[in-house]
């Protein structure tokens, strides 16, 4: 999870470096109003066992399921 977060930071960093002339302080915030909705999905969801498959509780359903 950090890599991503990581490799989507430096993306981001270099979309807003590269259009920094067009890119205005409204639709700056207007762009991080809209992205905090999926990221705060995404992150309840990565919260729950039985969707993570990184957590080991999960794991053990998964396995279930698939035998």
Same mark, same amino acid.
């Given at each position: +999870? *950090?890599?991503? #977060? =990581?490799?989507?930071?430096?993306?981001? !960093?270099?979309?807003?470096?590269? !259009?920094?002339?067009? %890119? *205005? =302080?409204?639709?700056?915030?207007? #762009?991080?109003?809209?992205? #905090?909705?999926?990221?705060?999905?995404?992150?309840? %969801?990565?919260?729950?066992?039985?969707?993570?498959? +990184?957590?080991?509780?999960? +794991?053990?359903?998964?396995?279930?399921? #698939? *035998?």
């Amino acid at each position: +999870m *950090t890599g991503n #977060a =990581a490799l989507y930071s430096g993306l981001a !960093f270099l979309i807003v470096l590269c !259009f920094k002339r067009i %890119l *205005t =302080a409204p639709s700056l915030r207007l #762009a991080s109003v809209c992205l #905090a909705v999926p990221v705060t999905g995404l992150l309840i %969801l990565s919260l729950y066992p039985s969707l993570n498959p +990184m957590l080991p509780g999960g +794991m053990v359903k998964l396995e279930r399921q #698939a *035998t």
